[in-house]
Structures are given as C-alpha cells and as structure tokens.
C-alpha cells in the first residue's frame, strides 16, 4: 500500500453517504461488545463469570450481533493492565464455548500470546486497540492464523491521556496507512484488515466529533472501517444536564443514532453495548434507503 494520503477536502460533510467501505450489497456488521472483567466502564463484573459470559454472548448473538467481540482486559482512562495469563483464563472458555456454538467471535486484547490462544479456540477475528504497538508479535500471529484483524488508532502510547491534535483526521490517516503497511509487510493479507479511528483512545470529544463527521476520509484508506463510539464519554458530555454527564447506560439512543449515521457514511460496521437498539435502528434506515 502506497504511503500516500489523499488530499483533505477544504470543508467536509458529516456523515455524507459513500460506499466505498463495505462491498453496496452488504449491510452493517454489528460487533456485540462482551466484557470478561471486573472494571470495563460500562458492565464491568457483570459477566465476569464465564457461565454468565457465555449466556450474555449467546443473547448478543441472538439480538442480532454479527460477531460477539470478547475482552479480558479493561482499556478505560485509568484501568490498569492484567496479566496475561488472567487474561486468557477470562476469555478463552467463553471463547470456546461460543465458537462451539456456531457464534463468530473475535478476541478483544493486545496480546500475541492470547490472540493465537484465541483463535486457536475458535476466535476468527483479532480486535487490537493499540493498532499492534503493543505487542510488535500481532501482526506475525494475524498472518498466521489467517483470521481477520481489525487495527485500532491509539493517540502516542496506549493509555494516553486525551489532548487536542491540531488535525486529527490527518493524524489518524496517517497513522493508520503506516500501521497497516507495517502489517501488510508481516504478511496479514489486504482483505483481512480492518480499520477502527479510535474514538476516546487518547481524543477529546472535539477529536472523536471530527473523526466521525469525516468518516469518508477514513473510507479513502481502502479498508473497512469499524466505528466503536458505544456509551463513550464523549456522548455522556453532550447530553450533560446540569453538573454530570448522561450515565452510561443511557447513552445507548445517542450510540444507535451515530450507529446509524456511520453506516449511511459507509462504515462497514459497529461495536456496541446494546445490540436490539442498534440493529433495530439499522434496519429502520436500511428500510427508508
């Protein structure tokens, strides 16, 4: 893939509708987000079990979510790492369960050991929110196991605090066209990446708004595009009222509406909480188009 971006437009349109992100047959794909541990933001604790893991994803799959993303480690502001070991004993059962179950799964992590442990136990797509700086392994176990991988934009160093970029949608092209060389040269093959802007991953809200309303400049790279902006802070401080933000779990309208505006912008699929509000907002639009 060449190094070269494309030129940025003058004056962008939010949420302009384009197709170039997912084959114009195909619908949106609805990631459903399934944390394995005790500290997420949103449902930290609720499904650290894996039994109760397992009955959770076989829900979100039944809702209708494509695939059910499964995380072991929490990457909210502040959360600190686990060990690797912890965290493959989170998610490789429910993994493996679900797998058995016909449901496609992808592992959530930044680790090479547990991604290979992961698709070993049925796990068919990799979700690295640190874009494979944080374990130079990833792309070498992506190639390998030949599943897909979707490469994640994390503003500097993973668990950076969130601070302006003077163009951050410059930033994020340019980064991520470097970050899916670097993982085409290990060998993972064109059609197996995925790309995810990052919204919240070291960005204020400024930077997360830009970044969706030039969704097709990210499209312009030539690779799906997966947009993850489920009860995120940012959505919390638009609809403050009064001195506190909106909780976390009523922020699942706002995330269908931007689920919705993403898809109409071409994005081949999203990653929420609340997979019956998403997908039922998704087929309303799909309906009206």
Wanted: with cysteine; aromatic share 4%; net charge neutral.
């Amino acid at each position: 893939m060449t190094s070269t971006l494309p030129a940025l437009p003058a004056e962008s349109k939010p949420f302009a509708t384009i197709s170039t992100c997912r084959p114009e047959s195909a619908g949106t794909t609805v990631l459903g987000i399934l944390n394995v541990t005790p500290d997420s933001f949103s449902d930290g604790g609720r499904f650290l079990a894996a039994s109760s893991a397992v009955a959770h994803g076989l829900r979100l799959h039944h809702a209708g979510a494509h695939i059910v993303d499964v995380g072991g480690e929490s990457t909210r502001p502040g959360a600190l790492r686990v060990s690797g070991p912890v965290e493959r004993s989170r998610v490789i059962p429910v993994i493996e369960e679900l797998a058995a179950r016909g449901v496609a799964v992808s592992v959530d992590t930044m680790r090479a050991d547990t991604a290979a442990a992961a698709t070993g136990a049925g796990a068919t797509y990799i979700n690295d929110v640190s874009g494979g700086r944080a374990d130079p392994k990833m792309y070498a176990v992506a190639a390998e196991s030949g599943v897909r991988l979707i490469i994640t934009h994390w503003r500097d160093s993973p668990r950076h605090i969130a601070r302006p970029v003077e163009d951050i949608v410059a930033r994020v092209l340019s980064d991520l066209d470097t970050a899916t060389t670097r993982a085409l040269a290990a060998g993972v093959s064109r059609e197996s990446i995925i790309v995810d802007p990052g919204l919240g991953f070291g960005k204020n809200s400024d930077d997360n708004w830009a970044l969706l309303a030039d969704l097709p400049q990210l499209c312009s790279l030539g690779y799906p595009v997966l947009i993850g902006a489920s009860r995120k802070r940012f959505l919390g401080a638009l609809l403050r009222e009064g001195n506190h933000d909106r909780s976390t779990a009523e922020r699942d309208t706002a995330t269908a509406v931007i689920s919705v505006l993403a898809a109409r912008a071409g994005a081949w699929g999203v990653r929420v909480h609340d997979v019956t509000g998403t997908t039922d907002a998704l087929r309303v639009a799909e309906k009206l188009t």
